[in-house]
């Protein structure tokens, strides 16, 4: 059948409050037009991340009522720890209250002066907590991956040459290598499994650790089975588990494929290394059988990935996605090609190529959206990952300018998507209209959660 239907029946929902194009536009000019200063009630269809916004099924909701809260050695951290165990392989699993307090504490251990870590793209949590330890991220993309047009299997890789030359470049004060599956800067792209090995070949040859940002780890196993020669036949689990076996430790929001509303982890294999993220682990998330969770959170993770690795759900889910991507491809819509594994990325630098980067044109376009429509989706360009030159003060733009729209898991249908790229459409069809953003307040870091614009005059 041409039609790949939801893997499931829906089983409880929750009202969208409908509004105008009036309302939105008082609501935007209070949030400073920045998206993340919005009530989620004022959204119609919520788009603006994949992270803890997936539905829970029923038998996560089932495990929810076997939590166990004890303080230490709950029973429901056992269960979590032998799922992720099964699962990673790593024998130190150390729970968090999400990814990003997983990499807080991984870098502040690995910490160096001077450190530097190379990879494919990081995240802007990663980049954040690499720099806050005072060390220095590195993106090291494909070619293809810098042209949102280009056609490529796996444009999530890390290059190679380019690689091998950081290393020689910066020597022994490269920490680690850090690889994203999928690559979610470079619009959701997977990464091969022939250029995970190598990747990890060469760390380990330069006495660099590979850590793997593997938050979703099981949509990059399902592009690896369908794109990559030899694992047609094998189960996506058997994929995972393969991926974390090239990896020295794993960082892991389960809020994106572990189904659930909150939690992470860290995965490691050495023993003096695990040790000391314990130990800042009790200084600031809580005691290690529950590292800021509760026993019902471990109960459901552990649930959520049991059942993320289900290859009826990965096929709707990947097609979801491509479903979306196809549409605003075939109407003319610059977008990042091929369909990512999460979400769909909107070329904002074709888009509105009239906008100069220093004014934000990917801001510009996520709040047009959201004033045409009320879908709301997230800036993934100059304002994340734009700076300063630090000889010049001029503005540094990031190698893409793209607006994110992230597909929560098991929540919309196809009738919502359908009504995301009617949106999408409109707004394209007007896009000469649009005028640029300035800034009026960033934080030093991850500025574009809190920062405050105002249109250019």
């Not at 009522?65 to 720890?81: H, I, Q, T």
């Not at 009738?415 to 953003?437: N, W």
Request: hydrophobic fraction near 40%; charged fraction near 25%; glycine fraction near 8%.
């Amino acid at each position: 059948m041409k039609t790949i239907i939801e893997p499931f029946r829906i089983k409880s929902v929750e009202p969208i409050r409908m509004t105008t194009r009036e309302e939105r536009e008082r609501l935007l000019r209070e949030a400073g037009w920045n998206l993340f200063l919005l009530h989620a009630n004022d959204v119609l269809i919520d788009l603006l991340t994949d992270s803890g916004t997936s539905s829970m099924s029923a038998m996560q909701w089932a495990a929810i009522m076997k939590g166990d809260e004890s303080y230490a050695g709950s029973p429901s951290y056992f269960v979590f720890e032998d799922e992720v165990r099964r699962l990673t392989g790593f024998p130190h699993i150390i729970p968090t209250h999400q990814g990003r307090a997983a990499e807080k504490i991984l870098f502040t251990v690995l910490n160096r002066p001077q450190a530097v870590y190379l990879g494919n793209t990081h995240f802007d949590t990663t980049r954040a907590n690499i720099e806050f330890a005072g060390a220095r991220a590195v993106d090291l993309q494909i070619p293809e991956a810098r042209v949102p047009s280009t056609k490529h299997p796996f444009k999530g890789n890390i290059d190679l040459n380019k690689l091998e030359d950081a290393f020689g470049k910066y020597g022994d004060r490269v920490r680690a290598v850090v690889m994203t599956v999928t690559n979610n800067s470079g619009g959701g792209q997977p990464v091969s499994m022939e250029n995970l090995r190598a990747a990890s070949r060469l760390a380990r040859s330069r006495n660099a650790l590979l850590i793997l940002d593997s938050c979703r780890f099981a949509e990059n196993a399902w592009f690896i089975k369908h794109r990559e020669e030899g694992y047609a036949g094998k189960s996506v689990t058997e994929i995972a588990r393969e991926m974390y076996s090239y990896a020295d430790a794993t960082t892991m929001s389960a809020k994106k494929d572990g189904l659930a509303n909150i939690g992470g982890f860290l995965g490691m294999h050495d023993d003096e290394l695990a040790m000391q993220a314990r130990n800042l682990l009790i200084l600031t998330e809580g005691f290690p059988t529950y590292g800021g969770l509760a026993g019902r959170d471990l109960e459901a993770i552990a649930q959520g990935l049991r059942e993320v690795v289900d290859e009826s759900y990965l096929r709707y889910r990947i097609r979801s996605v491509e479903y979306l991507t196809d549409k605003l491809e075939q109407a003319g819509v610059p977008v990042v090609l091929p369909a990512g594994g999460h979400a769909v990325y909107l070329d904002a630098g074709a888009f509105l190529s009239h906008i100069p980067a220093e004014q934000l044109p990917g801001q510009v376009l996520a709040n047009e959206l959201y004033l045409d429509g009320g879908v709301r989706g997230v800036e993934v360009g100059s304002l994340m990952f734009g700076r300063g030159d630090e000889g010049t003060g001029e503005h540094v733009a990031p190698p893409l300018e793209l607006v994110r729209r992230a597909i929560p898991r098991r929540v919309y249908t196809q009738s919502h998507i359908d009504y995301v790229s009617e949106v999408i459409l409109q707004v394209f069809a007007r896009r000469a209209e649009l005028r640029g953003l300035e800034i009026t307040y960033q934080a030093p870091f991850l500025r574009h959660f809190t920062a405050r614009m105002r249109p250019m005059a």
